[in-house]
């Protein structure tokens, strides 16, 4: 078969196994409401919800413990650091050493400039394996925000001792010696750093207005030209030679100690990648915001991590305060164009991109989006045009272009211009000959056409061999044995499609037309039945209907 394109928040983690219910004893049915509607919300990822029926619940229940622990963990967690804050300092009566509560006050300290009393609020933190980095980096921007960095460098010398820090620690090292004006060790840091943590746009960025504030312009510009081909470093190196070109000096990345702190929670909240940890990242990014609301990279990751939850309206609100002016801009507004699409929203994602390709027609990346756009509308002739416009900017197609290739052949095919489609298939295969997903599409097209029957054989049989778990694919080559008269091969082959994909119409159909042909007439009734209640479309629900009546 052709493919066109291939529960309970992670933050009770931080509560611990003892986190209390709300009391048993008491009994208000509407604050007890209030709690279960607050979990249901904390489940569903609904994080402001959750927060604010949380406090509810804590003001019927002043003296719950769990209550206020999870009221003060979705407040900051969806970026309400006022109430995260007044909740930190309740805690920390009881919970002397708690954390989050700690490293909270410690935040709103450095965001005070009161870099004194964030230290004070670190010190009295409790120490772990993981929040001993996190705190030892943030105390040595509050001590350089003391002006002490001499401390600042021995809170990073600690950080390297933990091991497995050495990129970071060489980062925040050059971003301090930067800031302290000490700019020859500074740039010895830098280049540390980017050698232990390989081509880090942060790191880039960093280090490449350090060389354009020092009037080496040639040597940012080699920097930022070697990194144009990276799509993660582009938007970075697309901003460094334009202000080369202009002749702007830009201002350190990092201006001043709450810039730094920012800069140590983002990277902290970046590294959390894994779906368990999306909301304790979700946490450490809102800190990150509240320090440096115009990080737009830190807006992106946290869009990012909503979109990992499928809270694709959080995340299209968060893109929309992406700078227009940042190297971010156009990449926020293609993933929220992206986003709305998920919501079935395509008109609004296809007007957005329109306008994005107006004012950038040279945007590869928002032409290829604009043709996803119109394919998921179902536009296929337009989406074939706009893939036309892409492929035009390529200079000289290179094995990584072959998926613009491909989605143009589906669009093509789709729009009955199945010339145009073949050609986009076998240009896909020959700049990347081994695509399962092409050769698949490609073959099993030949096979119900009727052409190429041995090369689409073989063509099939090779995508299987590298996807060989993919029902879809398996079904492909059991429908070419049966058109080629193999139906052996093919019920045993398609009998395997339907264990990897059960329910679906087609692939059911398939194995009661092979067991039709093999004599197996009441196992092929019994599959034509199963494909009749797997919600086939009308013309497939009528040739099912027939084949019920008198078989093939």
Do not use: C
């Not at 921007?141 to 010398?157: E, N, P, R, V, Y």
């Not at 990345?253 to 368990?276: C, H, K, M």
């Not at 009955?416 to 599409?441: G, H, I, R």
């Not at 599959?527 to 086939?536: G, I």
Request: aromatic letters at 8%; charged letters at 25%; proline letters at 4%.
């Amino acid at each position: 078969m052709r493919k066109i394109f291939p529960a309970v928040l992670m933050l009770t983690a931080v509560l611990g196994p003892g986190g209390t219910a709300f009391a048993a004893t008491h009994d208000d049915t509407s604050a007890y409401g209030d709690y279960l509607s607050a979990n249901l919300a904390a489940t569903h990822h609904d994080l402001p919800t959750a927060a604010r029926l949380y406090r509810q619940s804590l003001a019927d229940d002043p003296g719950n413990a769990g209550i206020l622990n999870r009221a003060f963990l979705f407040s900051a967690a969806s970026g309400d650091m006022d109430d995260a804050g007044r909740l930190a300092q309740q805690m920390i009566k009881t919970a002397h050493d708690d954390r989050l509560a700690r490293l909270t006050l410690a935040v709103q300290a450095i965001k005070a400039g009161d870099y004194g009393a964030a230290r004070m609020q670190i010190a009295q933190s409790a120490k772990g394996p993981f929040t001993e980095l996190m705190l030892s980096l943030l105390d040595a921007w509050a001590a350089q925000g003391l002006g002490d960095t001499k401390s600042a460098l021995a809170d990073i010398k600690n950080v390297v001792g933990q091991g497995g820090t050495e990129a970071l620690a060489a980062f925040h090292r050059a971003l301090i010696l930067d800031l302290a004006g000490q700019g020859a060790d500074a740039e010895a840091a830098y280049k540390e750093a980017l050698a232990a943590a390989g081509n880090s746009p942060r790191v880039v960025e960093a280090y490449g207005r350090f060389l354009e504030r020092a009037g080496r312009a040639d040597e940012a510009k080699a920097l930022y030209s070697n990194l144009l081909a990276n799509p993660a470093l582009a938007p970075v190196a697309t901003q460094g030679l334009a202000r080369i070109k202009d002749g702007t000096r830009p201002d350190r990345l990092v201006s001043n100690p709450q810039q730094g702190a920012a800069e140590v929670l983002f990277g902290i909240a970046a590294a959390l990648t894994d779906q368990n940890n999306a909301d304790i990242a979700t946490l450490y990014l809102r800190m990150t915001l509240y320090l440096a609301p115009d990080l737009d990279l830190a807006k992106s990751v946290l869009a990012e991590r909503y979109e990992a939850l499928k809270k694709y309206e959080d995340a299209i609100a968060v893109y929309r305060t992406v700078d227009p002016a940042s190297a971010y801009a156009t990449d926020a507004r293609i993933e929220l164009a992206i986003d709305e699409s998920r919501l079935d929203r395509d008109d609004d994602a296809i007007a957005d991109l329109r306008a994005l390709v107006s004012d950038q027609p040279d945007s590869l990346a928002g032409w290829t989006a604009l043709g996803d756009a119109y394919r998921s509308a179902e536009r296929f002739a337009d989406a074939a045009d706009a893939y036309d416009h892409a492929i035009r900017l390529i200079a000289a197609p290179a094995a990584n272009d072959w998926p613009l290739y491909y989605a143009r052949g589906v669009a093509e095919e789709r729009a009955n211009d199945w010339n145009a489609a073949e050609a986009d298939m076998l240009e896909a295969l020959k700049l990347s000959p081994d695509q399962a997903s092409v050769l698949n599409y490609l073959g099993y097209s030949w096979i119900d056409q009727g052409h190429h029957l041995p090369e689409a054989v073989a063509m099939l049989e090779k995508a299987r061999s590298l996807s060989p778990f993919d029902g879809y694919i398996v079904d492909s080559v059991g429908w070419a044995y049966y058109r080629t008269g193999r139906y052996q091969d093919a019920a045993k082959t398609l009998l395997e499609a339907v264990q990897l994909v059960p329910g679906d119409a087609t692939i059911n159909e398939h194995l009661g037309d092979a067991y039709w042909k093999v004599g197996r007439k009441l196992d092929a009734q019994f599959q034509w039945n199963h494909a009749l209640a797997d919600d086939p479309d009308p013309k497939q629900k009528a040739e099912l209907e027939e084949k019920l009546k008198g078989g093939l």
